[in-house]
């Protein structure tokens, strides 16, 4: 199983950028995608979720409104569109497919938001 994260990379504040996640080695459809961040020294982050059986996303309230996530289970991949990034959103942004014990992340994409 591999999952690979792309699309980061420098934006500034205000601005957008989309990352995308790409799986293999899985019946992609069945897994449950979810997105963190994680600053160095920091705990890992979570910034949302899309279900598997019926896409519905969740996020938590720090992005909600800004960040979206989907899925396109045909080409196995998974994106996060973030918009409205802050400085705060500088992380590594890692992508994770979880069905029941199974989970597997990526090796994750560098955001950097500064001006």
């Known amino acids: 199983v591999q999952l690979v994260e792309s699309g980061g990379g420098l934006v500034q504040p205000g601005g957008s950028l989309r990352l995308s996640c790409a799986a293999s080695?899985?019946?992609?459809?069945?897994?449950?995608i979810s997105w963190y961040r994680q600053v160095p020294g920091k705990a890992r982050e979570y910034v949302g979720h899309?279900?598997?059986?019926?896409?519905?996303?969740f996020y938590p309230a720090s992005v909600r409104g800004r960040f979206t996530i989907s899925r396109d289970n045909a080409k196995n991949m998974a994106s996060l569109q973030m918009n409205s990034l802050k400085p705060e959103g500088t992380a590594v942004y890692y992508c994770?497919?979880?069905?029941?014990?199974?989970?597997?992340w990526g090796q994750g994409t560098k955001v950097t938001v500064s001006s």
């Open positions: 994770k497919a979880a069905l029941g014990w199974d989970e597997y």
């Open positions: 080695g899985l019946t992609f459809s069945s897994y449950v």
């Open positions: 899309i279900n598997s059986a019926d896409s519905n996303t």
